[in-house]
């Protein structure tokens, strides 16, 4: 069997390569096809690690978590990389084509959701933009529903002993409020990171993700600006102005925090 096997056969290359399809004749569609697609691949790939370091870390089992955290942080860095090819297509070059994009926007993947949402920045508003009954709306109320990671990370502050209400990692769909008490934990692990070392090394891989998100998402908000300025995005917020306000967004709050009060 195996002596059947090809390269092309094995990777779905026909049907990878064929899934490139510009509706115009501008040279620049082909590359803003490519780099959703790229960065798409890459959403699948980040959470299928942190699926698996979830089930690490519930299970408390915090060494080989880290390997998959790392692994989510070079992704993302490759991910925001990206941005720099991007931004080699100049304003002329996007409004060759853009008007065929109608009201499509980035703001619809369905996997940067996923991706939110295990992490813990579970906003359900955002549900309303998949059908009820797709495959995308599933796998959204899936990650709503279940634990996020930084969820699994507070329960085993509570596993060590601090002190938090379970409200506090079991809280389904609600979006996460921070919480003195968990806060109060993360001061106490990096007080003493000796005696605490897998949750402080837990707090720091979790800490990297944060970091590459809003570096991610600060690229993206510069490429933008550089290519449609402050026009209005197709996805039908302001645009930038949109996107400059979710730096403020952050998974793991008290991981800033804490920093203040060290
Ligand atoms: C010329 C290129 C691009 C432009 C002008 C652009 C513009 C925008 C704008 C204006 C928004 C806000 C929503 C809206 O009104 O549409 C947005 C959101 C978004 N875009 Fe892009 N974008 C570009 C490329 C990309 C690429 C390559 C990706 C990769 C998947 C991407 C992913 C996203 C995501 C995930 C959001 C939602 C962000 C959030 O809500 O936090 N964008 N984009």
Redo the contacts with the bound molecule.
């Keep these: 069997m195996s002596e059947s096997v090809t390269y092309g056969g094995y990777l779905k290359l026909e049907q990878l390569l064929a899934a490139q399809q510009p509706q115009t004749e501008q040279h620049d569609e082909l590359l ?1 096809v490519i ?2 697609q790229t ?2 691949l890459w ?1 699948k790939q980040a959470i299928h690690e942190i699926g698996a370091a979830q089930r690490e870390v519930r299970a408390g089992d915090l060494s080989p978590a880290y390997k998959h955290l790392a692994r989510v942080s070079r992704i993302q860095a490759v991910m925001t990389q ?1 941005w720099d090819i ?1 931004a080699t ?1 100049t304003p002329a070059d ?1 409004l060759s084509f853009r008007a065929l994009l109608g009201s499509s ?3 619809q ?1 369905a996997q ?1 959701r996923v991706l ?1 949402y295990k992490l813990g920045m579970k906003d359900a508003a955002f549900l309303r933009y998949h059908e009820d009954g797709s495959g995308d709306r599933a796998a959204l109320d899936a990650a709503l529903g279940e634990p996020s990671l930084y969820d699994d990370a507070i329960e085993q502050l509570a596993k060590a002993g601090f002190d938090i209400p379970e409200s506090a990692y079991r809280r389904g769909g609600v979006a996460y409020q921070p919480n003195d008490q968990v806060e109060a934990a993360w001061l106490a692990v990096y007080r003493d990171t000796a005696k605490y070392w897998g949750l402080y090394q837990l707090a720091e891989k979790l800490i990297d993700l944060d970091d590459a998100l809003l570096t991610w ?1 600060y690229k ?1 908000v510069l ?2 600006e550089r ?2 300025g402050m026009k ?9 102005g ?2 400059q306000r ?1 730096l403020a ?1 952050r998974a793991f709050p008290e991981l800033w925090s804490v920093r203040t009060k060290l």
């Design positions: 803003f780099l959703h960065m798409e959403m990206a991007l297509m996007y926007s980035g703001f993947s940067f939110e998402r993206h490429t933008v290519i449609i209005r995005g197709t996805g039908g917020t302001e645009g930038v949109y996107l979710t967004r």
